[in-house]
Protein backbone atom coordinates (compact mmCIF):
# COMPACT_ATOMS: atom_id res chain seq x y z
CA UNK A 1 0.00 0.00 0.00
CA UNK A 2 2.54 2.30 0.75
CA UNK A 3 4.35 1.79 -2.46
CA UNK A 4 1.09 2.42 -4.52
CA UNK A 5 0.25 5.79 -2.74
CA UNK A 6 4.43 6.83 -3.32
CA UNK A 7 4.14 5.70 -6.62
CA UNK A 8 1.11 7.68 -7.48
CA UNK A 9 2.47 10.64 -5.51
CA UNK A 10 5.58 10.57 -7.87
CA UNK A 11 3.77 10.22 -11.11
CA UNK A 12 1.05 13.01 -10.13
CA UNK A 13 3.96 15.43 -9.04
CA UNK A 14 5.72 15.32 -12.75
CA UNK A 15 2.07 15.59 -14.19
CA UNK A 16 1.74 18.78 -11.95
CA UNK A 17 5.25 19.98 -13.27
CA UNK A 18 6.26 18.52 -16.56
CA UNK A 19 2.50 18.00 -17.86
CA UNK A 20 3.70 14.44 -18.62
CA UNK A 21 4.45 10.55 -16.91
CA UNK A 22 7.91 10.60 -15.82
CA UNK A 23 10.62 7.89 -18.47
CA UNK A 24 11.52 6.37 -14.66
CA UNK A 25 8.46 6.03 -13.16
CA UNK A 26 9.41 2.06 -13.47
CA UNK A 27 12.80 1.43 -12.18
CA UNK A 28 11.72 4.31 -9.50
CA UNK A 29 9.05 1.70 -8.43
CA UNK A 30 11.40 -0.77 -8.32
CA UNK A 31 13.87 0.55 -6.23
CA UNK A 32 11.08 1.53 -3.37
CA UNK A 33 9.73 -2.01 -3.51
CA UNK A 34 12.75 -3.30 -3.70
CA UNK A 35 13.89 -1.28 -0.70
CA UNK A 36 11.15 -1.33 1.49
CA UNK A 37 10.36 -5.16 0.57
CA UNK A 38 14.15 -5.93 1.65
CA UNK A 39 13.34 -4.17 4.97
CA UNK A 40 9.98 -5.68 5.64
CA UNK A 41 12.17 -8.85 5.10
CA UNK A 42 14.84 -8.45 7.43
CA UNK A 43 12.35 -7.45 9.86
CA UNK A 44 10.14 -10.41 9.33
CA UNK A 45 13.50 -12.17 9.72
CA UNK A 46 15.16 -10.99 12.86
CA UNK A 47 12.35 -9.21 14.70
CA UNK A 48 9.47 -11.22 13.47
CA UNK A 49 7.23 -10.37 16.95
CA UNK A 50 7.82 -6.50 16.35
CA UNK A 51 5.34 -3.90 16.42
CA UNK A 52 3.67 -3.97 12.31
CA UNK A 53 3.01 -0.03 12.39
CA UNK A 54 6.18 1.82 12.45
CA UNK A 55 7.95 0.47 9.39
CA UNK A 56 4.82 1.53 7.09
CA UNK A 57 4.97 4.50 8.60
CA UNK A 58 8.14 5.21 8.58
CA UNK A 59 8.56 4.19 4.81
CA UNK A 60 5.37 6.15 4.17
CA UNK A 61 7.11 9.45 5.44
CA UNK A 62 10.53 8.68 3.56
CA UNK A 63 8.74 8.04 0.41
CA UNK A 64 6.38 11.26 0.64
CA UNK A 65 9.92 13.28 1.88
CA UNK A 66 11.48 11.60 -1.54
CA UNK A 67 8.85 12.96 -3.63
CA UNK A 68 8.90 16.07 -2.19
CA UNK A 69 12.17 16.61 -2.64
CA UNK A 70 12.72 15.36 -6.17
CA UNK A 71 9.77 17.59 -7.41
CA UNK A 72 11.41 20.81 -5.44
CA UNK A 73 14.69 19.88 -7.14
CA UNK A 74 12.93 19.97 -10.13
CA UNK A 75 11.64 22.93 -9.61
CA UNK A 76 14.73 24.70 -8.56
CA UNK A 77 17.35 23.24 -11.25
CA UNK A 78 18.69 21.05 -8.59
CA UNK A 79 18.41 17.43 -10.16
CA UNK A 80 21.11 16.61 -8.01
CA UNK A 81 19.23 16.26 -4.90
CA UNK A 82 16.65 13.82 -5.71
CA UNK A 83 19.60 11.39 -6.68
CA UNK A 84 21.28 12.18 -3.49
CA UNK A 85 18.25 11.54 -1.39
CA UNK A 86 17.82 8.28 -2.31
CA UNK A 87 20.88 7.69 -1.91
CA UNK A 88 20.80 8.65 1.37
CA UNK A 89 17.63 6.38 1.83
CA UNK A 90 19.30 3.61 0.76
CA UNK A 91 22.18 4.10 3.60
CA UNK A 92 19.32 4.92 5.86
CA UNK A 93 17.50 1.38 5.38
CA UNK A 94 20.97 0.02 5.33
CA UNK A 95 21.89 1.11 9.03
CA UNK A 96 18.57 -0.27 9.51
CA UNK A 97 19.22 -3.54 9.06
CA UNK A 98 22.72 -3.78 10.37
CA UNK A 99 21.01 -2.32 13.82
CA UNK A 100 18.35 -5.38 13.56
CA UNK A 101 21.42 -7.44 13.18
CA UNK A 102 24.06 -6.52 15.09
CA UNK A 103 21.61 -5.43 18.10
CA UNK A 104 20.00 -9.23 18.90
CA UNK A 105 19.10 -8.13 22.37
CA UNK A 106 19.01 -4.46 24.23
CA UNK A 107 20.99 -5.72 27.50
CA UNK A 108 24.07 -5.50 25.57
CA UNK A 109 24.39 -2.31 24.96
CA UNK A 110 23.04 -1.06 28.15
CA UNK A 111 26.41 -2.38 29.78
CA UNK A 112 28.29 0.38 27.47
CA UNK A 113 26.73 3.18 29.35
CA UNK A 114 29.67 5.41 29.37
CA UNK A 115 31.51 4.38 26.10
CA UNK A 116 27.81 5.73 24.59
CA UNK A 117 28.45 8.96 26.41
CA UNK A 118 31.89 9.30 25.58
CA UNK A 119 30.78 9.06 21.93
CA UNK A 120 27.65 10.62 22.55
CA UNK A 121 29.87 14.12 23.35
CA UNK A 122 32.48 13.60 21.25
CA UNK A 123 29.98 13.71 18.13
CA UNK A 124 28.67 16.63 19.86
CA UNK A 125 32.15 18.89 20.23
CA UNK A 126 33.24 17.43 16.95
CA UNK A 127 31.88 20.53 14.41
CA UNK A 128 33.90 22.71 17.48
CA UNK A 129 36.96 21.01 15.97
CA UNK A 130 39.61 23.59 13.42
CA UNK A 131 39.47 22.31 10.46
CA UNK A 132 36.53 19.50 10.33
CA UNK A 133 33.69 21.44 11.68
CA UNK A 134 32.19 24.41 9.18
CA UNK A 135 29.14 26.73 10.12
CA UNK A 136 26.40 26.99 7.89
CA UNK A 137 23.56 29.33 7.85
CA UNK A 138 24.75 30.36 11.05
CA UNK A 139 24.65 26.93 12.75
CA UNK A 140 28.33 25.02 13.46
CA UNK A 141 26.75 21.75 13.84
CA UNK A 142 28.56 20.38 10.50
CA UNK A 143 31.66 18.26 9.75
CA UNK A 144 33.13 17.78 6.52
CA UNK A 145 35.35 14.90 6.15
CA UNK A 146 37.11 13.87 2.66
CA UNK A 147 34.27 16.16 0.99
CA UNK A 148 31.52 14.57 2.49
CA UNK A 149 29.46 16.46 4.94
CA UNK A 150 27.36 15.27 7.63
CA UNK A 151 25.59 16.77 11.17
CA UNK A 152 27.57 14.38 14.31
CA UNK A 153 24.58 15.98 16.71
CA UNK A 154 22.01 13.45 14.73
CA UNK A 155 23.86 10.22 15.88
CA UNK A 156 24.58 12.11 19.26
CA UNK A 157 20.92 12.23 19.86
CA UNK A 158 20.28 8.55 19.84
CA UNK A 159 23.74 7.72 21.40
CA UNK A 160 23.08 9.88 24.22
CA UNK A 161 19.57 8.75 24.44
CA UNK A 162 21.64 5.06 24.85
CA UNK A 163 22.98 6.34 27.95
CA UNK A 164 20.57 8.17 29.96
CA UNK A 165 18.01 5.41 29.55
CA UNK A 166 21.02 3.07 30.92
CA UNK A 167 22.58 5.58 33.72
CA UNK A 168 19.10 6.33 34.85
CA UNK A 169 17.87 2.68 35.62
CA UNK A 170 21.12 2.75 37.94
CA UNK A 171 20.44 5.70 39.53
CA UNK A 172 16.77 5.97 39.37
CA UNK A 173 16.27 4.74 43.52
CA UNK A 174 18.57 7.44 44.09
CA UNK A 175 17.58 10.35 41.97
CA UNK A 176 13.60 9.69 43.16
CA UNK A 177 14.75 10.12 47.15
CA UNK A 178 14.30 13.46 48.26
CA UNK A 179 17.10 13.64 51.29
CA UNK A 180 18.68 17.28 50.72
CA UNK A 181 16.36 20.00 51.60
CA UNK A 182 16.46 23.95 49.63
CA UNK A 183 14.75 25.95 51.53
CA UNK A 184 11.05 25.04 51.42
CA UNK A 185 11.92 22.22 48.76
CA UNK A 186 13.58 18.76 49.71
CA UNK A 187 15.73 17.41 46.35
CA UNK A 188 18.11 14.34 45.85
CA UNK A 189 21.58 14.81 46.94
CA UNK A 190 23.33 17.15 44.82
CA UNK A 191 26.12 14.72 44.32
CA UNK A 192 23.09 12.89 42.38
CA UNK A 193 21.69 16.07 40.41
CA UNK A 194 24.88 15.99 38.51
CA UNK A 195 24.03 14.38 35.42
CA UNK A 196 20.66 16.56 35.33
CA UNK A 197 23.24 20.03 35.57
CA UNK A 198 26.05 18.55 32.91
CA UNK A 199 22.50 17.95 30.58
CA UNK A 200 21.82 21.68 31.01
CA UNK A 201 25.13 22.99 30.64
CA UNK A 202 25.79 20.97 27.63
CA UNK A 203 22.38 22.16 26.25
CA UNK A 204 23.51 25.85 26.37
CA UNK A 205 26.60 25.43 24.98
CA UNK A 206 24.79 24.29 21.99
CA UNK A 207 22.84 26.98 22.29
CA UNK A 208 25.60 29.86 22.69
CA UNK A 209 28.75 28.14 20.64
CA UNK A 210 27.20 26.19 17.67
CA UNK A 211 23.95 28.52 17.79
CA UNK A 212 21.38 26.01 17.26
CA UNK A 213 18.15 26.35 19.41
CA UNK A 214 16.60 23.73 18.01
CA UNK A 215 19.38 20.62 19.40
CA UNK A 216 19.57 22.63 22.40
CA UNK A 217 16.14 22.20 23.10
CA UNK A 218 15.70 18.39 22.03
CA UNK A 219 18.50 17.36 24.22
CA UNK A 220 17.68 19.12 27.33
CA UNK A 221 14.01 17.65 26.64
CA UNK A 222 15.35 14.04 25.76
CA UNK A 223 17.01 13.95 29.11
CA UNK A 224 14.41 15.45 31.52
CA UNK A 225 11.42 13.81 30.00
CA UNK A 226 13.48 10.56 30.40
CA UNK A 227 14.61 11.49 34.33
CA UNK A 228 10.60 12.24 34.99
CA UNK A 229 9.62 8.76 33.68
CA UNK A 230 12.69 6.73 35.92
CA UNK A 231 11.92 8.58 39.15
CA UNK A 232 7.84 9.32 38.73
CA UNK A 233 8.37 12.81 40.05
CA UNK A 234 6.97 15.49 37.99
CA UNK A 235 9.03 18.22 39.79
CA UNK A 236 11.65 17.51 37.43
CA UNK A 237 9.86 18.90 34.59
CA UNK A 238 9.09 21.85 36.93
CA UNK A 239 12.90 22.45 37.68
CA UNK A 240 14.21 21.68 34.08
CA UNK A 241 11.54 23.92 32.19
CA UNK A 242 12.47 26.65 34.86
CA UNK A 243 16.44 26.25 34.12
CA UNK A 244 15.89 26.16 30.40
CA UNK A 245 13.93 28.94 30.86
CA UNK A 246 16.09 31.06 32.62
CA UNK A 247 19.33 29.91 30.21
CA UNK A 248 17.01 30.93 27.11
CA UNK A 249 16.28 34.21 28.29
CA UNK A 250 19.54 35.20 29.70
CA UNK A 251 21.03 33.80 25.78
CA UNK A 252 17.88 36.17 24.17
CA UNK A 253 19.53 38.98 26.41
CA UNK A 254 23.28 38.60 25.50
CA UNK A 255 23.52 36.82 21.88
CA UNK A 256 22.26 38.70 18.86
CA UNK A 257 21.56 35.05 16.54
CA UNK A 258 18.89 34.75 19.68
CA UNK A 259 17.37 38.14 19.34
CA UNK A 260 16.95 37.62 15.57
CA UNK A 261 15.76 34.52 15.84
CA UNK A 262 12.65 35.16 18.25
CA UNK A 263 12.42 38.38 16.84
CA UNK A 264 11.39 36.89 13.52
CA UNK A 265 9.10 34.78 15.00
CA UNK A 266 7.53 37.29 16.80
CA UNK A 267 6.77 39.79 13.86
CA UNK A 268 9.07 38.76 10.47
CA UNK A 269 7.04 41.68 8.80
CA UNK A 270 9.67 44.28 10.28
CA UNK A 271 11.90 42.75 7.92
CA UNK A 272 10.08 41.30 4.90
CA UNK A 273 12.97 41.08 2.73
CA UNK A 274 16.09 39.71 4.41
CA UNK A 275 15.47 37.98 8.14
CA UNK A 276 11.88 37.51 7.69
CA UNK A 277 11.60 36.38 4.14
CA UNK A 278 11.71 32.24 4.89
CA UNK A 279 9.20 32.91 7.18
CA UNK A 280 6.70 35.07 5.32
CA UNK A 281 6.94 32.89 2.25
CA UNK A 282 6.20 29.75 4.08
CA UNK A 283 3.11 31.31 5.53
CA UNK A 284 1.78 32.46 1.80
CA UNK A 285 2.77 29.27 0.67
CA UNK A 286 0.36 27.37 3.24
CA UNK A 287 -2.53 30.24 2.78
CA UNK A 288 -2.04 29.10 -0.88
CA UNK A 289 -2.62 25.46 -0.26
CA UNK A 290 -6.16 25.99 1.38
CA UNK A 291 -7.96 23.42 2.40
CA UNK A 292 -6.66 20.10 -0.30
CA UNK A 293 -3.79 21.99 -1.63
CA UNK A 294 -2.47 23.23 -4.79
CA UNK A 295 -1.89 19.41 -6.26
CA UNK A 296 1.78 17.85 -6.20
CA UNK A 297 4.15 19.85 -8.32
CA UNK A 298 1.92 22.94 -9.13
CA UNK A 299 3.40 24.74 -5.76
CA UNK A 300 5.68 27.67 -6.23
CA UNK A 301 8.00 26.63 -3.20
CA UNK A 302 11.16 27.39 -5.09
CA UNK A 303 10.49 30.95 -3.94
CA UNK A 304 11.27 29.92 0.20
CA UNK A 305 14.85 29.75 1.18
CA UNK A 306 16.33 26.04 2.05
CA UNK A 307 12.85 25.08 1.29
CA UNK A 308 13.81 21.35 1.10
CA UNK A 309 15.26 20.97 4.69
CA UNK A 310 13.85 23.27 7.00
CA UNK A 311 10.52 24.45 5.26
CA UNK A 312 9.61 21.00 3.44
CA UNK A 313 6.52 21.50 5.79
CA UNK A 314 5.17 24.55 4.53
CA UNK A 315 5.66 23.07 0.70
CA UNK A 316 3.64 19.83 1.70
CA UNK A 317 1.47 22.52 3.39
CA UNK A 318 1.08 24.34 0.09
CA UNK A 319 0.88 21.23 -2.39
CA UNK A 320 -1.58 19.01 0.05
CA UNK A 321 -2.90 21.22 1.72
CA UNK A 322 -4.50 21.03 5.36
CA UNK A 323 -5.75 17.73 5.02
CA UNK A 324 -2.05 16.28 3.55
CA UNK A 325 0.05 18.48 6.05
CA UNK A 326 -2.63 17.32 8.67
CA UNK A 327 -2.01 13.68 7.51
CA UNK A 328 1.47 13.77 8.07
CA UNK A 329 1.22 14.91 11.31
CA UNK A 330 -0.86 11.53 12.16
CA UNK A 331 1.66 9.84 10.76
CA UNK A 332 4.15 11.29 13.63
CA UNK A 333 1.47 10.17 16.09
CA UNK A 334 1.25 6.71 14.92
CA UNK A 335 4.94 6.59 15.31
CA UNK A 336 5.30 8.45 18.92
CA UNK A 337 2.02 6.74 19.88
CA UNK A 338 3.88 3.25 18.81
CA UNK A 339 7.23 3.87 20.37
CA UNK A 340 5.26 5.04 23.86
CA UNK A 341 2.84 1.79 23.88
CA UNK A 342 6.59 -0.19 23.24
CA UNK A 343 7.46 1.28 26.68
CA UNK A 344 4.39 0.64 28.43
CA UNK A 345 4.53 -2.81 27.85
CA UNK A 346 8.06 -3.73 27.92
CA UNK A 347 8.92 -5.21 31.73
CA UNK A 348 12.37 -4.36 31.46
CA UNK A 349 13.42 -0.70 33.00
CA UNK A 350 16.01 -0.26 30.53
CA UNK A 351 14.02 -1.08 27.18
CA UNK A 352 11.12 1.31 28.97
CA UNK A 353 13.27 3.97 29.30
CA UNK A 354 15.16 4.11 25.98
CA UNK A 355 12.02 3.45 24.00
CA UNK A 356 10.99 6.51 26.29
CA UNK A 357 13.67 8.45 25.16
CA UNK A 358 13.46 7.43 21.26
CA UNK A 359 9.75 8.23 21.09
CA UNK A 360 10.59 11.50 22.96
CA UNK A 361 13.15 12.27 19.89
CA UNK A 362 11.07 11.62 17.26
CA UNK A 363 7.91 13.51 18.33
CA UNK A 364 9.88 16.75 19.80
CA UNK A 365 12.04 16.99 16.70
CA UNK A 366 8.64 16.69 14.24
CA UNK A 367 7.28 19.02 16.87
CA UNK A 368 9.82 21.89 16.60
CA UNK A 369 9.90 21.84 13.01
CA UNK A 370 6.32 22.19 12.23
CA UNK A 371 5.94 24.74 14.95
CA UNK A 372 8.80 26.82 13.48
CA UNK A 373 7.10 26.54 10.13
CA UNK A 374 3.45 27.96 11.48
CA UNK A 375 5.63 30.06 13.81
CA UNK A 376 4.31 28.44 17.08
CA UNK A 377 8.23 28.48 18.10
CA UNK A 378 11.01 30.12 17.10
CA UNK A 379 12.53 28.65 14.00
CA UNK A 380 15.40 26.08 14.45
CA UNK A 381 17.78 24.30 12.65
CA UNK A 382 16.32 20.53 13.25
CA UNK A 383 14.93 19.08 10.46
CA UNK A 384 11.74 16.86 9.89
CA UNK A 385 12.33 13.44 10.50
CA UNK A 386 12.33 10.97 7.27
CA UNK A 387 10.78 13.95 5.27
CA UNK A 388 13.56 16.63 4.71
CA UNK A 389 16.24 16.51 2.97
CA UNK A 390 19.46 15.64 4.41
CA UNK A 391 21.44 12.47 4.98
CA UNK A 392 22.47 12.48 8.99
CA UNK A 393 19.06 12.79 9.73
CA UNK A 394 17.66 10.38 7.60
CA UNK A 395 20.04 8.07 8.31
CA UNK A 396 19.80 8.66 12.35
CA UNK A 397 15.74 8.22 11.95
CA UNK A 398 16.21 4.99 10.30
CA UNK A 399 18.71 3.92 13.40
CA UNK A 400 15.95 5.17 15.51
CA UNK A 401 13.21 3.07 14.26
CA UNK A 402 15.37 -0.33 14.06
CA UNK A 403 16.00 0.19 17.91
CA UNK A 404 12.24 0.49 18.45
CA UNK A 405 11.45 -2.47 16.51
CA UNK A 406 14.29 -4.19 18.11
CA UNK A 407 12.76 -3.30 21.80
CA UNK A 408 8.80 -4.37 20.40
CA UNK A 409 10.34 -7.56 19.37
CA UNK A 410 11.98 -8.57 23.04
CA UNK A 411 8.88 -7.59 24.88
CA UNK A 412 6.84 -9.58 22.66
CA UNK A 413 8.82 -12.71 22.78
CA UNK A 414 9.41 -12.24 26.85
CA UNK A 415 5.92 -11.82 26.91
CA UNK A 416 4.93 -15.16 25.00
CA UNK A 417 7.74 -17.32 27.02
CA UNK A 418 5.94 -16.20 30.15
CA UNK A 419 2.52 -16.96 28.97
CA UNK A 420 4.09 -20.67 27.89
CA UNK A 421 5.37 -21.36 31.20
CA UNK A 422 2.29 -20.10 33.00
CA UNK A 423 0.55 -22.30 30.26
CA UNK A 424 3.05 -25.28 30.49
CA UNK A 425 2.07 -25.20 34.84
Not at 229 to 256: C, E, M, Q
Amino acid sequence: MVVVIIGAAYVLASLGSEKKIPLDIGPFLLVVLGLMMFAHLVVRRLAPDADPILLPVAALLNGLGYVMVASLAEANGNTKLAGLQSLWTAVGIAAFVTVLFLVRRTRVIERYRYTFALVGIGLLLLPLVPGVGREVNGSRIWVSIGGAGFQPGEIAKIVLAIFFASYLVEKRELLAMRTFRLGPFNLPEPKHLGPVLIAWVASIMIMVVQKDLGSSLLFFTLFVVMLWVATSRPSYLVVGAGLFAVASYLAWRTFDHVRVRVAVWINPWQDPTDKGYQNIKGIFAMADGGLTGTGLGIGNQDRIPYVETDFIFAAIGQELGLFGATLVIVAYILMVGSGLRIAARSDHAFDKLLAVGLSTLLGVQAFIIIGGVVRLLPLTGVTLPFVSYGGSSLVSSWILVALLLRISDETSRRAAEKFELVDAG
